[in-house]
């Protein structure tokens, strides 16, 4: 899910846009030249994490055997 922070409407636009968006599996983007990027990702990394959400790298979400990637961009059960 995209944070659009580039755009730059300030800290809690930003940090409300993420936390009414962010789902389970989502990967979130960001820059890392956005303003309010450093602020905004220790506050929402501690409450997703509190809401019981993990990090991971984007590549440990890709299936690795017996799947193939679409072009769409799904993963599909071989």
Same mark, same amino acid.
């Given at each position: 899910m &995209?944070?659009? &922070?580039w755009k730059?409407?300030? =800290? &809690?636009i930003e940090y409300s846009r993420v936390m009414k968006?962010?789902?389970?599996? =989502?990967?979130?983007?960001?820059?890392?030249?956005?303003?309010?990027?450093p602020k905004n990702l220790a506050r929402i990394i501690e409450n997703l994490q509190n809401d019981g959400y993990n990090f991971v790298?984007?590549? &440990? !979400?890709i299936y690795k055997?017996?799947?193939?990637i679409d072009? !769409?961009?799904?993963?599909?059960?071989?």
């Amino acid at each position: 899910m &995209d944070s659009i &922070d580039w755009k730059e409407q300030g =800290s &809690d636009i930003e940090y409300s846009r993420v936390m009414k968006k962010v789902k389970p599996g =989502s990967i979130l983007l960001f820059h890392n030249n956005a303003k309010y990027t450093p602020k905004n990702l220790a506050r929402i990394i501690e409450n997703l994490q509190n809401d019981g959400y993990n990090f991971v790298r984007a590549g &440990d !979400l890709i299936y690795k055997e017996n799947y193939y990637i679409d072009y !769409l961009g799904k993963q599909i059960s071989k």
